[in-house]
């Protein structure tokens, strides 16, 4: 099937400690996204890439780090930096960049400070 | 700096009602409109996309229209469902990715 798979679904993350989020797409799209969501909130964005080893910071990427190596993965590292990690992960993908393209989200990563 | 509001941020209502949900944004300069529909704990579907150029889509019980001038939307439901209860997220795209409004969350009561 056709679309975009986030893993692991939930993720516990020590203090201190750097974590990945897996987000891959079959749907030869070129523009990925990563969203975080908290309770009762929108989505925000930390970081898009439009092409292949290139990315874009989004209005909250301290304490996160990506990297498009293939068109078809984009993962999302939360390091240590992130102080309140504890949220909802989104994982997108469009055609070809923001402007006029419907966007396909994945199932979403719960990730949990312990 | 775009911003995205949604009202109300809950709504309930009996099963048969018809229903409006409004979205406004500040910065009229964008590409497009969508909504969305959020399962809880799960990812988000894309309902219905209007282009800057366009008023209004429909896809079967759902219309969405777009005031693009004045930065509203309004997202209309006819004959709500207990199956419609979900929250409903309203994003623009202009010069940067999809700015989201918070949402509203909806509950259709049998």
């Known amino acids: 099937d056709g679309g975009i798979t986030q893993s692991p679904k939930y993720l516990f993350r020590k203090e201190g400690q750097n974590v990945t989020l897996s987000c891959e797409q079959n749907?030869?799209?070129?523009?990925m996204y990563w969203y975080r969501q908290d309770p009762g909130q929108g989505l925000r964005l930390i970081y898009y890439s439009q092409i292949v080893n290139d990315f874009q910071k989004g209005d909250i990427a301290e304490g996160y780090s990506v990297s498009r190596e293939k068109k078809e993965s984009f993962p999302l590292t939360v390091t240590s930096a992130q102080k309140n990690p504890t949220a909802f992960y989104l994982c997108?993908?469009?055609?070809?960049?923001?402007?006029?393209?419907?966007?396909?989200f994945g199932e979403g990563s719960w990730l949990t400070v312990v | 700096k775009q911003e995205v509001t949604q009202i109300p941020a809950a709504l309930s209502v009996p099963e048969g009602e018809n229903l409006v949900l409004n979205c406004s944004f500040t910065?009229?300069?964008?590409?497009?409109l969508q909504w969305f529909r959020q399962d809880p704990g799960k990812g988000l579907t894309s309902l219905l996309l209007?282009?800057?150029?366009?008023r209004e889509q429909t896809s079967g019980r759902l219309n969405a229209s777009l005031d693009k001038s004045s930065g509203r939307s309004t997202l209309y439901i006819a004959a709500s469902q207990p199956g419609d209860s979900a929250t409903y997220l309203c994003?623009?795209?202009?010069?940067?990715?999809?700015?989201f409004g918070k949402g509203t969350r909806l509950s259709v009561i049998a």
């Open positions: 997108a993908s469009s055609t070809t960049g923001h402007s006029g393209n419907t966007i396909y």
């Open positions: 910065d009229s300069a964008i590409y497009n």
């Open positions: 749907l030869n799209h070129d523009a």
């Open positions: 994003a623009v795209s202009g010069n940067t990715p999809l700015v």
């Open positions: 209007i282009q800057s150029s366009q």
